[in-house]
């Protein structure tokens, strides 16, 4: 396994809860204490933390310290990286399956004309 998919791994992982990926969801909107974050959610507050520790683990969350206050940040280049992945996947499976296209339909080509024929 590359270092990337390694990567790509561990935010799949982290996105793999409906808590944490609605926590990721809802700190795209910004910076946001543990405390705030829990006020809309179905768990408790000790809940989110161990929630936001996993996906500080994977690195798609840091946190910085406002006074008193824990304030938790997205970090979208983890993000990015997970989704570059994910497009790299798709390319591969688009040229598969443009190759398929080309088995199938043999020579006649993409604009349907049957060149060879006749």
Known sequence: MSKAERAAAGVFAALGNETRL????????????????????AVTRQAIIKHLRVLESSRLVTHRKRG??????????????????LDAVSAGWDRAIER???????????????????
């Open 22 to 41: 609605a926590l990721v969801r809802r700190l795209g909107s910004g910076p946001a204490s543990a405390t705030a974050l829990a006020e809309r959610a």
């Open 68 to 85: 008193r206050e824990v304030l938790y940040v997205l970090e979208p280049r983890r993000l990015e990286e997970a989704r570059a992945f």
């Open 100 to 118: 398929l296209r080309m088995q199938v339909e043999g020579p006649a080509g993409r604009d349907g004309s049957e060149r060879g024929r006749g």
